[in-house]
């Protein structure tokens, strides 16, 4: 993560407090959030998470049920085509960069992790198409490893309107919610927000964010 920021006491100690009443309703709202994304092993796991960049999760699905018939092992998609596995995974949006991605992870998994998803962070980048948001997902899902949080579009939409960051960039964003909220917290906090988002506080542009449950509760003052 990159270094802290300088950030005053009275501004930490509002957002902790912010953080403490955003944690406590979204565990009574969605106390079993889970990731949506289906998925029967770690390495189908990452294809679903890599595709899932700038597109919903019930496209994801859609995809991945019948890409997952095609390609069952870890070799189908090391010796795969890479116009044929463009074409599979098309309408999920920026299919050159997720094919050659998922493609070239399959290739280094097999050449330098012996086929198995690697365990920490700092491997987990190496792969092709790899950042923390899809790391942190990951290694938190296949391992129970939490390192951090996975910022989505959810979680920074939402995190910047309850004014527990005032950054943009998704890796700045973790490392301020890691300093503002409890470790344990950390891997639930991610789906949490994201079913909130998606069942309250959507991102449209007249939607009255501040009659929303959690944002009602806080002081923006």
């Known amino acids: 993560m990159p270094s802290s920021r300088n950030i005053s ?3 930490l100690a509002r957002r902790k407090k912010q953080a403490r009443k955003v944690l406590t309703r979204l565990a009574r709202l969605f106390p079993d959030a889970k990731m949506a994304l289906r998925y029967s092993n770690n390495w189908e796991m990452l294809i679903a998470v ?3 960049a700038q597109c919903t999760d019930k496209k994801v699905n859609e995809v991945t049920e019948a890409l997952f018939k095609k390609y069952r092992t870890l070799d189908d998609y090391v010796n795969a085509d890479l116009a044929e596995f463009e074409h599979r995974i098309h309408s999920t949006g920026f299919y050159h960069n997720k094919a050659k991605n ?3 992870a399959a290739r ?4 330098q992790f012996d086929s198995v998803i690697p365990k920490t962070m700092e491997e987990m980048l190496l792969l092709p198409g790899v950042a923390r948001k899809t790391a942190n997902v990951v290694l938190g899902n296949a391992y129970g490893v939490v390192e ?3 910022v989505d579009t959810h979680v920074r939409r939402l995190a910047r309107l309850w004014g527990l960051t005032d950054e943009m960039n998704p890796e700045k964003i973790e490392r301020d919610l890691m300093e503002i909220l409890p470790r344990e917290e950390w891997f639930l906090f991610t789906y949490r927000v994201i079913e909130y988002g998606r069942n309250y506080c959507p991102a449209r542009p007249r939607h009255d964010h501040m009659n929303c449950p959690v944002s009602k509760i806080l002081d923006y003052q």
């Open 50 to 52: 890599i595709l899932s």
């Open 148 to 150: 951090g949080i996975a």
């Open 102 to 104: 998922i493609l070239g």
């Open 108 to 111: 280094m998994l097999k050449e």
């Open 9 to 11: 006491d009275s501004t």
